[in-house]
């Protein structure tokens, strides 16, 4: 079977978020990106993912990094 190992952290009065452990986050648009290590800040709407980063598309276009940052607002 599968094991899923997940970790949250919030942190600065819920401003902060960290995420590890096969995080997967889906911005409005249907992009979903998954990663080893998130941290969202709520405040300037950017998450960075690290570790294993594969961002995949609404059509179905993947990108794969170490690294990636997502600016929500933008």
Not at 44 to 49: G, N, P, T
């Amino acid at each position: 079977g599968d094991v899923y190992k997940r970790q949250i952290i919030v942190i600065d009065k819920g401003n902060i978020v960290e995420a590890s452990g096969n995080v997967k986050a889906v911005s409005n648009d249907g992009t979903e990106i998954l990663s080893n290590k998130a941290i969202y800040d709520k405040s300037k709407s950017i998450l960075e993912a690290s570790g294993n980063v594969k961002a995949i598309s609404i059509d179905g276009t993947e990108i794969i990094s170490n690294k990636a940052t997502y600016n929500k607002s933008k």
